[in-house]
């Protein structure tokens, strides 16, 4: 069974630029989330799909960042414009139902690096 | 909103030492609980979880978690750790369908 896919793995971009990363979950799970990872921390949650609907977005910073997974597979989450503190990991995520009641499984992670 | 908190930052220890990984979250209602591990160079993955039942809950790789829901617990244990363990570790909570929270992780370094 192929595993949550994520690209780009790196990222380098400057201030006030845009980015936008993109996730394939696994096959068949309903649940896609978003989590951000800065150095020495947890990951945290930002959003959280059911299907092509948003289940929690509370700690999504909206005037900068967006996503979106339009046909209830792929996501794509946005950042613009990029500042400093935006220098993070950004995991995804699939489950196959909603999140208190399965396992999640990780992808690999986007690390992305603002100058 | 709730939180969760984890004792160690960084723990070392020798193999055949027994591990204990503390983890206290500030939540009232009903939880579910986690342990996720990430190991070097993989991606984070599923260690145990308890939703309801035997508060005693034992994962992958002998690794065994305690529910003590009076002091708002789930401390992780090994009663002998391996080269193999080093690794990153999250406690997590939910608290429903939503709102994960994960801790800020406790790095594990066995040495040989």
């Known amino acids: 069974e192929a595993g949550v896919a994520q690209s780009p793995r790196y990222k380098i971009i400057e201030k006030r630029q845009s980015v936008a990363f993109w996730c394939n979950p696994i096959s068949g799970h309903a649940t896609l989330y978003w989590y951000q990872q800065i150095l020495g921390q947890g990951p945290k949650l930002l959003i959280q799909?059911?299907?092509?609907?948003?289940?929690?977005d509370s700690q999504l910073p909206k005037d900068r960042f967006s996503a979106e997974r339009l046909k209830g597979v792929d996501s794509t989450l946005k950042i613009q414009p990029a500042k400093l503190e935006d220098s993070a990991v950004y995991l995804c995520?699939?489950?196959?139902?909603?999140?208190?009641?399965?396992?999640?499984?990780f992808g690999p992670g986007t690390r992305l690096t603002v100058l | 909103a709730q939180s969760v908190s984890q004792h160690n930052h960084h723990v070392i220890l020798s193999e055949a030492a027994s591990l204990e990984l503390g983890c206290n979250y500030s939540?009232?209602?009903?939880?579910?609980l986690f342990w996720y591990v990430q190991y070097p160079g993989q991606h984070l993955q599923l260690l145990l979880k308890?939703?309801?039942?035997?508060?005693l809950v034992k994962g992958i790789k002998g690794f065994e978690a305690e529910f003590i829901k009076s002091k708002f617990s789930f401390n992780l244990r090994k009663p002998s750790v391996q080269w193999s363990d080093t690794a990153e570790y999250f406690c997590a909570v939910n608290a429903g369908w939503s709102d994960m929270r994960f801790g800020a992780g406790t790095r594990l370094t066995v040495k040989p």
């Open positions: 308890y939703f309801s039942g035997d508060p």
């Open positions: 799909f059911q299907n092509n609907g948003v289940v929690d």
């Open positions: 939540y009232g209602g009903t939880v579910n």
């Open positions: 995520a699939s489950s196959p139902g909603l999140a208190g009641l399965h396992e999640q499984f």
